[in-house]
């Protein structure tokens, strides 16, 4: 996890040089950070042929298609939390608590940040596009890294204990269990239950036949 982070850190350092970005000292993880505003949504092509669009933001793609994100906004404090793959819905309970406590970032940049500071070409959605070379980079590039590495990207959670249950209560649920099962009265009233059904069964198929 530490390479990747450090990866990731001098990537956006390299590409956004001229601002000073300030990085956390540690990352949370399985917890909820923030929020941010999706304005559009592009594939890896598009963003490539977005002709006005800084090549720093342009090498951020690395995957079929792009979050366009603006007004993003922190917790002032991660809750912890697990999500779930892909899109997912967070819970009302759990969103009222995340807005009473956002926060605005430190600001990057003289101005906030805005994609719409650079049009977007008018047939940028309709023309045919050669394939971005990028498209698939962060999924080869760090799906092999994990297979050659596991322990370095992902701290590997232990399973829950087992519940932990008395031995005079482990004992008497064992002997209940045993007693369904061995009851002489039990058994004979299940085969009574049983034969009763059988029976209904059959009178109704009988009365169905002589209709």
């Not at 990537?11 to 399985?30: A, K, M, R, T």
Request: proline share 12%; hydrophobic share 35%.
């Amino acid at each position: 996890m530490q390479l990747l982070v450090q990866e990731l850190r001098d990537f956006f350092q390299e590409v956004h040089g001229e601002h000073e970005i300030s990085f956390p000292e540690q990352l949370p993880i399985s917890a909820l950070v923030g929020c941010v505003t999706v304005v559009d949504v592009l594939t890896a092509e598009q963003v490539a042929a977005w002709d006005q669009l800084p090549d720093a933001l342009k090498l951020e793609v690395g995957s079929p298609h792009a979050f366009l994100c603006e007004d993003p906004m922190v917790l002032a404090r991660p809750i912890s939390m697990r999500g779930s793959p892909k899109m997912w819905q967070l819970p009302l309970q759990m969103l009222s608590r995340a807005r009473a406590a956002l926060q605005e970032p430190p600001q990057i940049g003289p101005e906030p940040f805005s994609w719409s500071a650079w049009p977007q070409p008018s047939d940028l959605r309709t023309r045919r596009l050669p394939q971005n070379p990028r498209k698939y980079l962060f999924r080869n590039k760090y799906q092999q890294q994990y297979q050659q590495h596991p322990q370095q990207h992902f701290q590997q959670r232990p399973p829950p204990p087992p519940p932990q249950v008395s031995p005079g209560k482990r004992q008497r649920s064992s002997a209940a269990a045993d007693e369904d099962v061995a009851s002489p009265e039990k058994a004979r009233k299940l085969n009574e239950h049983n034969g009763k059904l059988l029976l209904d069964s059959a009178k109704m198929a009988s009365s169905w036949q002589a209709s």
